[in-house]
Every structure is written in C-alpha cells, then in structure tokens.
C-alpha cells in the first residue's frame, strides 16, 4: 500500500517531493526521466484538489518530455 492509497496525500506528496529532489541530484533538473516522478507528484497534487499546482507540475513535464514524446503521449 501506499500512501495516496491510504488517503494520506499530505505524506504521499512529502515522500513524493523527496525522492523528486533526490532524483534531480542526481539526474540534473531536466533530465527526461524526472517526467514519471513529475507525473506521480501531479497526479497527487490533482488528487488532493489543487489543480494549479498540478499544471505547473504537468507543464514542467511536457517541456522534458516534448522532445521524446508527440503531444497525444503526454
């Protein structure tokens, strides 16, 4: 179990924000393969009804994913 599944999106976005920040140490901050973590902590976000965030956190997504990804991928 998680921690979104057990309904405890305040823990589930700390862990998630965690694990963002280390994977940018060691990545960089625009390496494509933040974009699942970016994706996870957006849909924590969205699930936790605060949406504006969620699309700054999707935006970021597109701008590493764009030059992989057609815009129907993302």
């Not at 998630?16 to 699942?36: F, N, Q």
């Not at 973590?37 to 936790?48: E, G, P, R």
Request: glycine share 4%; hydrophobic share 40%.
């Amino acid at each position: 179990l998680s921690y979104a599944t057990m309904g405890k999106t305040a823990e589930a976005e700390a862990a998630m924000r965690r694990s963002l920040a280390i994977s940018e140490k060691l990545v960089g901050p625009a390496h494509p393969t933040l974009a699942d973590d970016l994706h996870t902590l957006a849909m924590i976000v969205y699930n936790a009804s605060r949406y504006p965030d969620r699309t700054k956190k999707k935006a970021r997504r597109m701008i590493l994913c764009g030059p992989f990804f057609s815009p129907i991928q993302l």
